[in-house]
């Protein structure tokens, strides 16, 4: 992902929640203008409930930049594979031929054999400290483990050294 311009991004609810737990939302506002949500991650989001980060996607939802899109019919063999959200994410992606933002490793295979380009959370921390929107990818990836995202030390080793970070195998959130 990192060098091209990205226009068109739909996401799945993974990351955001992700991002809105670390107060990190504003990263894709900033990368990509708007995000594309379909209803049924929406529906995954709880905009309305008390979950960490639930008020500040319901924030970006209110401006305009979080877009929810109707989707009227899905990809019938997606949901044998994955859930609702993901399956409706991914046909979305496909129908605006859009990249999907996309952590979980099930849905970023159903949606790069249905031929979605995908990309994740990761990727989007390493392109923020790019463009100068964060200093340290680091603090980052620490901070959305403990917040309880699950990254394997392999992936967070792999994602610090695209952004030119040395992993620290040493640290008391990646073990």
């Not at 019938?76 to 999907?100: P, Q, Y």
């Not at 490793?105 to 392109?127: D, E």
Request: glycine share 10%.
């Amino acid at each position: 992902m990192t060098g091209t311009a990205i226009r068109l991004v739909v996401a799945d609810a993974g990351p955001l929640i992700g991002l809105a737990r670390i107060d990190r939302l504003d990263l894709l506002h900033q990368l990509f203008g708007r995000v594309s949500i379909p209803d049924a991650v929406a529906a995954e989001l709880c905009l309305d409930g008390p979950l960490p980060g639930a008020r500040a996607l319901g924030i970006a939802v209110g401006q305009k930049w979080l877009q929810i899109v109707p989707v009227t019919e899905v990809l019938r063999s997606l949901l044998t594979v994955v859930d609702r959200g993901e399956a409706e994410a991914i046909t979305l992606a496909k129908l605006k031929n859009a990249r999907l933002l996309i952590d979980e490793t099930i849905g970023r295979r159903a949606a790069q054999r249905a031929g979605v380009r995908v990309f994740g959370t990761g990727a989007v921390l390493v392109r923020a400290k790019e463009t100068g929107a964060i200093t340290e990818v680091r603090r980052e990836l620490d901070a959305l483990m403990a917040a309880g995202y699950r990254i394997s030390v392999r992936l967070r080793d792999a994602i610090l050294m695209m952004a030119g970070e040395h992993p620290d195998r040493y640290s008391k959130v990646s073990k």
